[in-house]
């Protein structure tokens, strides 16, 4: 986060780590299913009024090893794949985009401290004990910033996505695939509260 104490200069601002509390869904796999489907829906007034839908298609490898390959449906409808990034634990993290800009102002010791930055979403996929995926779908909201000083944050202006929708289903039914033979999962549609 950009902290300065002067919203006139600019330049006097300090780059500074801060925690969040974001907003998280997880969940595991789904018997049957090799694909998950997620509409992200912001919260009107946002700024960003587009909903962003994301697949995750677990394949196998040539190998035999089963990854997850993640995807962003782009505004004429095609499907754009994402890199991972591996971290140490070896989970995959992806980056759809999906992120608002913040700003705003705290006292810290009686001295008013402006902040502006910006909360990403990303989604991560885990193996479990059992080698099976298991997902983290992290908004960029949350329920509360706690900067440098310790001091906590909270606010309406944290919370920017209406709702999210996650479901499972079998590739199979990608209409890209022309099968009509499987049926998806229900959808469990999660409200973003204030």
Not at 117 to 145: K, W
């Amino acid at each position: 986060m950009t902290t300065y104490t002067n919203p006139d200069l600019p330049e006097d601002s300090v780059e500074e780590t801060w925690r969040a509390n974001h907003i998280a869904f997880h969940w595991g796999a789904v018997e049957h299913a090799d694909s998950y489907y997620m509409t992200v829906t912001p919260r009107p007034g946002s700024g960003n009024q587009t909903p962003t839908e994301l697949k995750i298609v677990e394949e196998t490898g040539a190998d035999g090893e089963t990854l997850p390959k993640v995807y962003v449906k782009a505004a004429d409808g095609s499907w754009t794949e994402l890199t991972g990034v591996t971290g140490e634990d070896g989970s995959l993290m992806f980056d759809f985009g999906y992120s608002y800009p913040i700003s705003g102002k705290y006292e810290a010791g009686g001295i008013p401290v402006f902040y502006k930055g910006t909360l990403s979403a990303a989604l991560e996929a885990q193996r479990d004990e059992n080698g099976n995926y298991v997902y983290t779908l992290i908004l960029p909201d949350v329920n509360d910033l706690v900067t440098a000083k310790d001091v906590v944050i909270t606010g309406d202006n944290l919370r920017n996505t209406a709702s999210v929708d996650i479901w499972a289903d079998v590739k199979e039914n990608d209409p890209n695939q022309g099968s009509e033979s499987y049926v998806e999962s229900e959808r469990v549609q999660n409200v973003i509260g204030n």
